[in-house]
């Protein structure tokens, strides 16, 4: 059977991934500020209350610690809550729920219960936003041991991997790339699909480098692979997926094959996740590496307002810069 494809862009493949659990589960509940009536600030929500009612798309006070210790409570008590915070730099407000409680849960009544809830929050700068809204929080979530770090990068990932966050018993940070929201469209089953947690991807083969991304940055990843491949440069481009747990298994292969490996991503460069990458490539790939583990990343300050928002982002003249200083080691 061929599965129906549409154009969606990664907002238009949220909404559907939304729509199609509701129907299958009738456990799934939505819940968020302005997500019913007006459809989510983004519109990621747009006809859900409309088609299961209020009681399953709710409504809430402006009090995001409130909306996620409520979802816990939901979880816990048999639902599979979505709860949807604005913006990532609303996240902050949450952290005592989701680090003492949904975290902990299924460590804390040695698996009696568990805590099957997805936060979802657009997240990254590139869309000239105020303060508190482009932040790249990732990192700080990977840190808390028993929830799951989820970033797509595009509308067909973001669907398959949002259904299986939705159907995974203990609770998921998806963090959309507000900057692909309705940037980029891509061909999407209309059917259902799920797309493993856990597992990278590898978007295409090369010979030379590794470069490791997730999330908007793949766009200009993908670019700048490009580019080296009219300098005879051979790129092998993996879209991490999951962020937590991460597909070590797939990185580690693919820096043996290479032997260099660049790390490229919007947050800041200390304690981040290319810090992660580049150690692990230490402790697996020592001996097979021919130049150090690079990191194009954003700056340790907070992300600049409209004007300077751009020159915080790794664009592809720093990747660039970066693959030919790997390249001439």
Known sequence: MVNKMAKMTLIQAINNALHLEMEKDEKVVVMGEDVGHEGGVFRATVGLQEKFGKERVIDTPLAESGIIGTAI??????????????FSGFLYYCFNQLVSHAARIRMRTRGRYSVPMVVRSPYGAGIRALEHHSESTEALFVHMAGLKVVIPSGPYNA?????????????????????????????????????PLGQAKVEREGSDLALISWGSMMKETREAADEAKEKDV???????????????????KSIEKTGRAIVVHESPRTCSIGSELAARAMDHNFLNLKAPVTRVTGFDIP???????????????????????????
């Open 73 to 86: 409570g939901m979880a816990v008590s048999g639902l599979k809550p979505v709860p949807e915070i604005q």
């Open 159 to 195: 669907k398959g991997l949002l259904l299986s966050a939705i159907r995974d018993p203990d609770p998921v940070m998806f963090l959309e790339p507000m900057r692909l929201y309705r940037s980029v469209k891509e061909d999407v089953p209309e059917e259902d699909y799920a797309i």
């Open 234 to 252: 051979s790129v092998e481009v993996i879209d991490l997926q999951t962020l937590w747990p991460f597909d070590e298994k797939t990185v580690i």
């Open 303 to 329: 992300v600049p307002l409209a004007r300077y928002e751009d020159f915080n982002m790794p664009d592809v003249f720093r990747i660039m810069k970066a693959i030919d200083k790997v390249m001439s080691f």
